[in-house]
C-alpha cells in the first residue's frame, strides 16, 4: 500500500503561482510513475502531467510551460509548480502513483486531492 497527500492548495488570483506538494508514505520503494492530475466541477479527471521513477516528463499540450512536475525520491515527495494560473484551472488537484503491492502487481493509488481556486 502507498499513502499520498497533497498539500499546497488555495485562493490564487489569476496570473499567480501555486507550488502543490504530494508526500507518500507507505511501499514508496515501489512507486514508479508519478502523476498530477486534476478534476473540475461537472468534468472529468483530466491528466496534467507525469515523471517517470528515472525523471522524465510529460505534459499535455493545455499546461505545457506553465506546469512543471518534479520529485524528490530521497523525501518521497512530489511537486507540480503551477504558474500564470486562469481562472479554468481551478479544480481539485489529485497525486497519483503506480506503485507494487506486495504480491507484486502493479496498483494506481490516489491521493484526496487538493482544492485550488484561480479568483479575482
Known amino acids: 500500500q502507498v499513502q499520498l497527500v497533497e498539500s499546497g492548495g488555495g485562493l490564487v488570483q489569476p496570473g499567480g503561482s501555486l507550488r502543490l506538494s504530494c508526500a507518500a508514505s507507505?511501499?514508496?520503494?515501489?512507486?514508479?510513475?508519478m502523476a498530477w492530475y486534476r478534476q473540475a466541477p461537472g468534468k472529468q479527471r483530466e491528466l496534467l502531467a507525469v515523471?517517470?521513477?528515472?525523471?522524465?516528463?510529460n505534459y499535455p499540450h493545455s499546461v505545457e510551460g506553465r506546469f512543471t512536475i518534479s520529485r524528490d525520491n530521497a523525501k518521497n515527495m512530489m511537486y507540480l509548480q503551477m504558474n500564470d494560473l486562469k481562472p479554468e484551472d481551478t479544480a481539485v488537484y489529485y497525486c497519483?502513483?503506480?506503485?507494487?503491492?506486495?504480491?507484486?502487481?502493479?496498483?494506481?493509488?490516489w491521493g484526496e486531492g487538493t482544492l485550488v481556486t484561480v479568483s479575482s
Open positions: 497519483h502513483v503506480n506503485a507494487d503491492n506486495d504480491l507484486g502487481y502493479t496498483m494506481a493509488y
Open positions: 507507505g511501499r514508496t520503494f515501489s512507486i514508479h510513475a
Open positions: 515523471i517517470t521513477s528515472d525523471g522524465s516528463t
